[in-house]
């Protein structure tokens, strides 16, 4: 696109905004031209605000009319560069779209704006007893719904509760064809025609922008009990929790964090007391008989596979668990981490784990790893500095061997943060006969490729 093309599309959409809602350069700019990975930053074209469905509409209608690519931003907690922009994309920002437009307690539904934040809606909801429940780990006071459906997100209650995709019941959308439709029904199932919802949950963008989201709701637990175990041998940890997700139905969470994560935390004032080896966070939903039933028997299992009980006096697990990525962040700078978050069947976990730390450690490397354990979900991360430090080199070609490993035993590339840049090279080999299908709908919804290009999709 010419820089006369570039230039009409910014006043087109200043007339249609206003000044006060297009920004090009500075600060807003150079906020939207990363996310939370290590993936590197673009500066956008411009970022816009909308307010409405209509307005969405109608940007994507300048979009087409001067051939200028669009990426979708929430609050830019992607950890795959999904929502790092296109190179001479406009950022189309959904942070003033935010409200809650119908909430119906009886039904166990509400329908949101795509720029609502997780943590907020679940306040709003906490009266009328019901939450939203894919809770996004550490980013849950401000990744948005909009962004959570688009990379199918979910987080620690995942195992009881499942992702995102499984409390959505229709979407707004605007396609990359311009068109304005929902897709699904309020009602709780739909057997008219193909489900062109599930489409667009998990697409990042890719085949259009999510305008409004009608979720369906849970009630809240009435009672809800945590524990902690810590663990001599991460094999023994991995067993463990592979047995409890299996054969303890009060089980809502169930996280691993690894030794050389918990020495990280232990540094910090908050955690001194942490003792050093690899821990399981669990949580119990359901009557309080139930929460104490599970916890029980979680601890039973632990103890079988040589784990004790974290001791009294530490913070909330889930505060710990929260501050992982951060501290692991942290101890990398300036040079950051390489990541993946690829997912294994439980009975692989304990040999899938052993064999990367193996590996990392042959070379005298650090792997930290980390993540929802009772779903199978690894974070694994690969420091680029400090002690251990991987070069980048090494940890992107660790990283592939992972996913594929994974995927070799029924796995996936990738168990939660979604596709975006990171994973894209990554699809030909979990998916290789229907990554055709999937181009093929992306030209359906996207024939001249101005959604999110280069996301999700492999180069040709």
């Avoid at 795959?80 to 994309?89: H, K």
């Avoid at 999937?438 to 040709?460: A, T």
């Amino acid at each position: 696109m010419s820089d006369g093309g570039s230039r009409a599309m910014v006043e087109a959409l200043k007339g249609l905004l206003g000044s006060d809602r297009v920004f090009t350069g500075g600060p807003e700019a150079r906020a939207a031209s990363a996310d939370e990975s290590d993936l590197g930053s673009v500066e956008p074209l411009g970022v816009v605000r909308p307010r409405e469905a209509p307005e969405v509409a109608a940007i994507v209608g300048l979009a087409l009319e001067h051939g200028v690519p669009l990426t979708a931003r929430g609050a830019g907690t992607s950890l795959e560069g999904s929502s790092i922009p296109s190179p001479g994309a406009v950022v189309v920002d959904f942070s003033a779209m935010d409200a809650v437009a119908e909430l119906v307690p009886e039904e166990q539904r509400v329908t949101v704006g795509p720029g609502i934040v997780y943590e907020r809606l679940n306040r709003l909801l906490q009266p009328h007893g019901l939450f939203f429940p894919p809770s996004p780990g550490g980013s849950a006071d401000a990744a948005t719904v909009g962004g959570m459906v688009s990379t199918d997100a979910s987080g620690i209650y995942a195992l009881k509760y499942g992702g995102t995709r499984r409390w959505v019941l229709a979407l707004d959308v605007v396609t990359g064809r311009g068109d304005s439709m929902r897709v699904g029904r309020v009602v709780p199932k739909t057997s008219a025609g193909y489900d062109l919802k599930d489409l667009f949950v998990g697409a990042e963008g890719t085949l259009g922008l999510i305008t409004s989201v009608t979720l369906r709701l849970a009630p809240l637990p009435p009672e809800a009990r945590k524990a902690g175990f810590v663990f001599d041998d991460l094999a023994g940890a991995c067993a463990a929790a592979a047995e409890m997700a299996a054969f303890i139905p009060e089980m809502a969470a169930l996280e691993l964090c690894d030794a050389e994560t918990l020495d990280l935390l232990r540094a910090l004032p908050a955690y001194a007391s942490l003792p050093s080896g690899h821990a399981l966070f669990v949580e119990a939903h359901g009557r309080a008989d139930d929460c104490v039933q599970g916890v029980e028997a979680a601890a039973a299992v632990a103890a079988s596979h040589q784990g004790r009980p974290l001791p009294p006096g530490l913070p909330d697990p889930w505060e710990m668990r929260h501050r992982t990525t951060g501290v692991i962040r942290e101890s990398a700078r300036p040079r950051g981490v390489v990541r993946t978050d690829c997912a294994v069947p439980l009975r692989r976990l304990a040999d899938f784990v052993a064999e990367a730390k193996t590996r990392a450690a042959r070379r005298a490397r650090t792997l930290h790893v980390f993540g929802h354990v009772g779903l199978g979900i690894l974070h694994l991360l690969m420091p680029l500095a400090g002690p251990g430090a991987w070069t980048r080199d090494e940890a992107l070609a660790e990283k592939r061997r992972l996913a594929l490993a994974a995927i070799s035993v029924g796995g996936t590339s990738s168990g939660e943060h979604g596709v975006g840049l990171g994973n894209r090279d990554l699809l030909p080999a979990e998916h290789p006969v229907g990554l055709a299908y999937m181009r093929g709908l992306k030209s359906l919804f996207d024939p001249h490729g101005l959604m999110n290009p280069g996301k999700v999709l492999p180069g040709p």
